[in-house]
Structure formats: C-alpha cells, structure tokens
Nanobody, 125 residues
C-alpha cells in the first residue's frame, strides 16, 4: 500500500492559479486509481476529480470542470491538480486519495482506501 503526501497549497487571490501535488511512496502507484477531494469549513467532503491508472480517463466535478486539470506521472509516483481561475468557493482542504481495488474512476470517498493528510487552499473573497 502506498502512502500519500500532498503539497502545493497556499493563499492565492481570486483568478489566480495553484498546482497541487500528491507524492506516493511505494512501487505500486501505477496500479492505483487516484482522486482529489476537498472539504470546506462547515461542509462535507466533496469529490473534485479522478484519474485512471494510465491517465487515459479523467472525471471532474461540475464545479471545477474547465478550471481544474488532473494528471499523473507514474515515473515520479505523483498525481497533480492544476487549478486556474480560482474562486473563493474553492477554499478548502484538498486531499488526494487512491485505490487499486477496481480499475475505473469513482466519485465516492468510500471508494478510496488510501488518503493523504491534506493541503489547504485559501482564496480570499
């Protein structure tokens, strides 16, 4: 099983960009479907995006479609979330998650059994 460590969060003005990274330990990263979730203060955890093992298929929440891009590098054992045109409502703790039980992308948090510790993204209004 891999361990996940997110980085790249921070404070950015509305309209700005950030790239989150999630580095995985271990030699089986390429067998994991990977995803990003987020949790805003006082709200439930929300699906953001997911990517298949090869990177061929990606899915996005409607709220981020066209602004966020998920990608992965199976040589570097890292998954990325490029975020542009950030809005105050994107403010949240962002978590990467992984699972290798099933091959397809999934939107439910319960579908992922490996989680990082999170990185904070703050977009002031």
């Amino acid at each position: 099983q891999v361990q996940l460590v997110e980085s790249g969060g921070g404070l950015v003005q509305a309209g700005g960009s950030l790239r989150l990274s999630c580095a995985a330990s271990g030699r089986v990263f390429s067998s994991y479907v990977m995803a990003w979730f987020r949790r805003a203060p006082g709200k439930e955890r929300e699906f953001v995006s997911a990517i298949t093992q090869s990177g061929a298929t990606t899915v996005y929440a409607d709220s981020v479609k066209g602004r966020f891009t998920i990608s992965r590098d199976n040589v570097k054992n890292t998954v990325y979330l490029q975020m542009v045109s950030l809005k105050p409502e994107d403010t949240a703790a962002y978590y990467c998650a992984g699972d290798r039980t099933y091959p397809g992308v999934r939107r439910g948090a319960s579908d992922y059994d490996t989680w990082g510790q999170g990185t904070q993204v703050t977009v002031p209004s």
